[in-house]
């Protein structure tokens, strides 16, 4: 499978970006899809999950109340709505299909990867 990440850019603190990540060469169903970022110096960190078998959604206590994961069955997509930015959210972003369906916010435990996109934020 191949992931390709999309939608990131220069914002405005305080303003959106959606980011989207599709995937070819297999669908997503029944496993889970994450959002993770890495700002340089620092190690990669997640953001956001869905359970696609469930649309269940996960978020990291960062960006609870400001982030919305969705999914797109008929475009083997997933979307996230990134609302009211910080630059503290400057990071690539990049997405990734989990080794399994059950949720994990464990990078080691997602082994297809996209190759991310540059989310930068200004103040």
């Known amino acids: 499978v191949q992931l390709q990440a999309s939608g990131g850019g220069l914002v405005q603190a305080g303003g959106s970006l959606r980011l989207s990540c599709k995937a070819s060469g297999r669908t997503f169903s029944n496993y889970i899809v994450g959002w993770f970022r890495q700002a340089p110096g620092k190690e990669r960190e997640f953001v956001s999950a869905i359970k696609w078998s469930t649309d269940s959604t996960y978020y990291a206590a960062s960006v609870t109340g400001r982030f919305i994961i969705s999914g797109d069955n008929a475009k083997n997509t997933v979307y996230l709505q990134m609302n009211r930015l910080k630059p503290e959210d400057t990071a690539v972003h990049y997405c990734?299909?989990?080794?399994?369906?059950?949720?994990?916010?464990?990078?080691?435990?997602?082994?297809?990867w996209g190759q991310g996109t540059q989310v930068t934020v200004s103040s």
């Open positions: 990734a299909q989990g080794i399994r369906g059950s949720y994990s916010n464990d990078p080691r435990l997602y082994n297809y």
